[in-house]
């Protein structure tokens, strides 16, 4: 097959990214349903290809094939790669241009305790097919660790399994990994699978229907000016010259992942679509909120199944003292479409949402051959409702409205934001706080659960077991957040997150017009460095009842440049009043942080020159989520005792140093600060 160029083909590209601007703008994405249904169902060589069934062949150049009349996958035997993928008159809609081994694989992150990081690929060295007939085919690459490979591979037996079934436009892959009792230790900080699409045909990326468009090329990048962090490049002179001046970093598309279900690219000659299906995160870590990576330059589509990325080492990949250990990571969907070239492209995303929808509604899938999937029989149920008591905001019970609720391996409150070794499962429950957690394997759980607008993590007081066939209702669940007394000023809303404060316009020079009046704006890049900008002389001030935390609260607290690449630390102020005092109680500070990358946060009451603080965080975090656009990484929350008499009666001052200023990217995100009054104290209320 020809290639063709970009450079050659520029001018109907153009065109089509005007089109895809345009049809955004008008929410062409979410009005196209009819005229998808209408294109895919008049596709007789669909219908046709269907009527052929599943074949499989081992091909003697060491090849797998398999072959439904949709989608022909080609995998390296035995290692298990994908190396080709044929559809819709694209021969390989991979990178014909990279070796076979740089085209779809898995990969690990992982390194002996005091050793460097290396990645491997998990190369199998034997096959096996586990089935075949006409209807389904289902194919087995494995790996099986010994001491003789220490040090040059992960220590793990790997089977990688890649399942085509009659009918469906694509394929699945998922695999069982397993450390045996007594193998050496071991870090694994990332487990992802890796397709890296043809760079002359897949320009346009779509993760959502508000981040959607054409994407640069790599060599646009490699012709960039590279910026502070090692992602970001800034595009000099790309072959799209509407680029031109724009940033591209991989981590300006990064994803929550309870919302990271579908990614992927469109091609524009032909038009075809290429997407990642992910309709669980069960197998994921950190939870529902964890944040990972999804599609970016290359052309790239990434399936994250573990990461340290937004959390660092804090969450636990660590594997110690022989410690067993078996998960399956996915199955996930590679989803294949095309539309005519009279239809509107965007009906690609449009389908590949339908086709997302209807692979959760099949969650969990009930044709893995593997009994290490468990399938919906052999799996429970657990619900409940959930609701809040905290009697200084209502006497009475209170629902938890959208409370994020869920089962992960036992632990303390708040541990499974750092757990990622077992399986969790997450629910948001409705707004009288009634949940359901569908589908949950069989093991030991506890249950947490953390409510938008509420202070800190609610864990229940006894942990449950879950069987084939459970179905466990908890009854009423009453959360009791940690408060010491009445509230007399808060700033900021207690979600996790640091969206609400001010995030200000980036350099323009310095954009990604994908977030050009964007409500994801904290994506853009540099935005660390406008603090200085707008605190010249001096630091933030925030005065309680006059500032507002939308306007007057910068998203992160930053260090400062002053210049030769010389960073200081920074002190931010908040004043307020109290009318009355209680020489008797304490009161106590509600400090809820976001994020924090290499910090130490101190606080001092009334007295920024005291040589120790009255509170210190110590150094803390390594989530990085200031230099990767992330507006959140792992929560923290601090009840600071503040004695009576550090307050004044009339005016008072909070001075909030952020002290370590090695470089631009050290600083904490705030989620949320409240001052309470002394416990029972409805007195020393906020002066006017």
């Known amino acids: 097959m020809e290639k063709v160029s970009w450079k050659g083909k520029w001018a109907s590209v153009a065109a089509l990214s005007a089109m895809f601007t345009l049809l955004v703008f008008l929410g062409g ?17 669909e219908l046709q290809a269907d009527s052929l069934g599943v074949q499989l062949s081992v091909k003697y150049r060491r090849q797998v094939v398999m072959n439904n009349g949709l989608v022909q996958v080609t995998f390296s035997n035995p290692e298990g790669e994908v190396i080709g993928i044929k559809y819709r008159g694209i021969d390989n809609v991979l990178e014909i241009e990279n070796d076979e081994d740089n085209r779809g694989y898995w990969d690990v992150v992982w390194y002996e305790p005091g050793k460097t990081g290396t990645y491997d690929k998990l190369i199998g060295t034997h096959f096996k097919v586990i089935m075949a007939d006409e209807n389904q085919a289902e194919i087995s690459f494995t790996r099986t660790w010994n001491i003789s490979f220490r040090g040059s591979q992960v220590p793990l037996n790997v089977d990688k399994r890649y399942i ?17 009792k007594g193998w050496p230790d071991v870090d694994m900080d990332q487990i992802r699978a890796v397709f890296k699409l043809q760079k002359d045909k897949f320009h346009y990326m779509a993760l959502s229907d508000d981040r959607q468009r054409i994407m640069p090329m790599p060599e646009d990048r490699a012709t960039g000016l590279p910026l502070a962090y090692p992602e970001a490049v800034l595009l000099t002179n790309p072959t799209n010259p509407e680029l031109r001046g724009e940033v591209d970093d991989k981590y300006q598309y990064s994803c929550e992942d309870k919302d990271n279900r579908l990614h992927g690219w469109i091609s524009a000659d032909p038009p075809v679509g290429f997407w990642m299906i992910t309709p669980s995160d069960e197998f994921r870590n950190g939870g529902a909120n964890k944040q990972g990576l999804t599609s970016h330059v290359g052309p790239t589509a990434l399936s994250m199944f573990t990461s340290t990325h937004y959390a660092g080492k804090e969450i636990n990949t660590e594997y110690r003292n022989g410690e067993p250990w078996k998960k399956v990571f996915g199955p996930v969907l590679v989803y294949l479409n095309s539309v005519s070239t009279k239809e509107n492209p965007l009906n690609l995303w ?85 949940f359901m957690i569908k589908n949950v394997r069989e093991g030991y759980y506890s249950l947490y659960a953390w409510v938008p607008g509420i202070v800190g993590d609610y864990k229940l007081n006894h942990n449950i077991t879950i069987k084939a066939g459970s179905k466990i209702n908890l009854g009423v669940l009453v959360y009791q957040p940690h408060r ?32 050009t009046n964007h409500p994801d704006k904290f994506r853009q890049y540099g935005l660390w460095e406008r603090y200085a900008d707008l605190y010249r002389n001096d630091d933030l001030r925030y005065i309680v009842g006059v500032s507002d935390y939308t306007r007057d609260w910068f998203f992160a607290h930053v260090t400062r440049n002053v210049g030769n690449r010389t960073y200081q630390g920074t002190t931010w102020q908040v004043i307020f009043e109290l009318k009355s005092m209680n020489p008797e109680g304490n009161y106590t500070l509600q400090l809820a942080l976001a994020s924090a990358t290499d910090s130490e946060l101190q606080v001092r009451f009334n007295k920024p020159d005291t040589e120790l603080p009255h509170f210190s965080t110590g150094t803390i ?24 008499f550090l307050l004044n009666r009339g005016n008072n001052t909070i001075y909030l140093t952020q002290t370590r200023s090695r470089s631009p990217f050290q600083g904490v995100m705030y989620d949320y600060i409240r001052l309470e009054g002394p416990p029972g104290n409805l007195e020393g209320v906020l002066g006017n």
């Open 29 to 45: 994405v979410r009005s196209e349903k009819t005229s998808v249904r209408k294109v895919l169902s008049s596709n007789d060589r």
């Open 164 to 180: 085509m079934r009659r009918g469906c436009s694509g394929f699945y892959f998922y695999a069982i990994m397993e450390r045996e």
């Open 350 to 434: 449009a389908d590949a949402k339908e086709q997302m929808f209807k692979e959760s509604a099949k969650w969990p899938y009930n044709f893995p051959q593997s009994q290490d999937f468990p399938k919906a029989y052999q799996r429970g149920n657990v619900s409940g409702q959930l609701q809040v008591l905290d009697r200084y905001i209502s006497e009475r019970l209170m629902w938890a409205d959208s409370a994020y609720v869920g089962l992960a391996a036992p632990g303390d409150v708040g541990s499974w934001e750092r757990e990622a070794k077992g399986y969790q499962f997450w629910t948001k429950a409705d707004r009288k706080g009634y």
């Open 484 to 515: 010491n007394g009445p509230t007399l000023w808060e700033i900021g809303f207690p979600d996790r997150s640091a969206a609400e404060f001010f995030v200000p316009d980036p350099y323009p020079t310095l954009t990604n017009k994908l977030y």
């Open 621 to 644: 975090g390594k989530d990085n989520a200031i230099a990767r656009h992330g507006i959140h990484g792992l929560y923290r929350l601090y009840s600071i005792n503040v004695p009576s």
